[in-house]
């Protein structure tokens, strides 16, 4: 990897490790079971500026480049991955929207308390009918007075309890289709602003929030459980004029163009699960003996073991190539799908392999591939399915056999 890591990389690899190692791993397993948003680990987080790793210094960010951010997340996935979708959340979707899309006002207004880590921030696209469609939104913009009356929901989102900024779509002129949605920036308190002042993270008395914006009910989910997922529900919201963000009919566009980076995310963050089960199958085999022998001599584990390490290897180029592209200002929306869509369906791969592996054990909660292995799943649909990578991905092709048909198929 000398090609995309530099000595920098590595020594950032290195701090989120030390910290993984002392803060998360002790408290992981009893997060998972609880269902409990990690508020502690955030705040340490935040300090270290891992919420705002690829924002410019002026808002408040460490400045650094895309793969900076995305070996932060990788490193935190190896061993938890809630921790790690708190971090990408927040970054790609909460934070990066207002960043490329929002005029010098609106960044200084709320850039800051995110790439802090003061308040959580979110992103607002799925609905109840409009899932891998994100094109068929029902939620509705209507101008009212100086701005606009949001009515709608959106659904699976994270942060939607403990987040107080969030970018969402709405639809403002129904006859345009996907050009007639627009995004806005809407605000919530956080659900408990008593313990958000307590703790001194995760609430601002600085913002102004929307009447008519709340949460939903707690989803209960298989993975990601120390994640906090819920509804985000726009009642008569009343949002003013300046929390557009970017162009009127512009929304569906700029949240493509969005998703392009965060499904670079996923791919780091299932990159990072594949990892930790990995060395966790290859530790556990190496200390295991049956038929008096280590369960790694047999040839039939050393093959696996082999087969997994080689297809971590490739999704690493695929992630670290997509983030190589992002930093240079070129395109990347069907690396990005190639990256996530191998990355996610090689981490499902690899949590099973290692449960298997690992026998019986693996199957408890006494090692954390289990854990492991009901996190990987959400990672083959969140930020577009596999089914919406394989389109993404067959679309670029078809565009560019037309620009560039090459060698004829018969002479």
Not at 165 to 188: L, N, P, R
Not at 277 to 292: D, I, S
Request: aromatic residues 8%; hydrophobic residues 40%; glycine residues 10%.
């Amino acid at each position: 990897m000398d090609r995309y890591l530099t000595e920098d990389h590595r020594r950032l690899q290195r701090r989120v490790r030390d910290f993984a190692l002392e803060a998360i791993v002790p408290v992981a397993r009893d997060l998972d079971d609880r269902a409990a948003f990690p508020w502690e680990n955030v705040k340490d987080m935040a300090e270290m500026g891992l919420l705002g790793v690829p924002i410019p210094k002026e808002y408040g960010g460490l400045g650094l480049d895309p793969l900076s951010y995305l070996l932060v997340v990788q490193e935190l996935a190896k061993y938890d991955a809630s921790h790690a979708i708190t971090v990408s959340a927040h970054t790609t979707l909460g934070t990066t929207p207002i960043l490329n899309f929002g005029t010098g006002e609106q960044k200084e207004r709320w850039i800051p308390l995110l790439a802090r880590g003061q308040v959580l921030g979110g992103f607002g696209l799925t609905e109840p009918g409009s899932g891998s469609d994100s094109g068929s939104s029902r939620t509705r913009a209507v101008r009212q007075g100086d701005g606009w009356r949001l009515d709608g929901s959106k659904i699976f989102i994270t942060h939607a309890g403990v987040g107080e900024i969030f970018t969402v779509t709405a639809v403002t002129e129904a006859e345009a289709g996907t050009k007639g949605i627009t995004s806005f920036v809407v605000t919530k308190p956080t659900l408990d602003v008593e313990g958000a002042r307590t703790r001194g993270i995760g609430h601002s008395d600085a913002l102004s929030f929307i009447a008519g914006v709340r949460a939903g009910k707690k989803e209960d989910k298989m993975g990601w459980r120390a994640s906090d997922t819920r509804e985000l529900l726009l009642e008569e919201a009343q949002v003013p004029e300046e929390n557009r963000l970017g162009e009127e009919g512009k929304g569906f566009i700029n949240f493509m163009k969005t998703l392009d980076s965060g499904r670079i995310g996923i791919a780091a963050l299932s990159l990072g699960i594949a990892e930790g089960a990995h060395e966790a199958a290859l530790a556990y085999t190496n200390e295991r003996k049956q038929f008096g022998r280590k369960i790694f001599d047999f040839q039939a584990v050393q093959f696996r073991l082999a087969d997994l390490a080689t297809e971590i290897q490739a999704a690493k180029h695929l992630t670290y190539h997509a983030a190589w592209l992002m930093s240079r200002g070129r395109r990347f929306s069907k690396e990005a799908a190639m990256a996530k869509l191998f990355a996610s369906e090689l981490c499902m791969k690899a949590t099973t392999q290692a449960i298997q592996l690992m026998g019986g054990v693996g199957y408890t909660d006494e090692y954390p591939v289990e854990r492991m292995f009901r996190d990987a799943k959400v990672c083959e649909i969140g930020e577009g399915t596999s089914e919406i990578q394989r389109l993404v991905i067959a679309r670029h092709l078809a565009r560019e056999m037309v620009s560039d048909p090459g060698v004829p198929v018969s002479a």
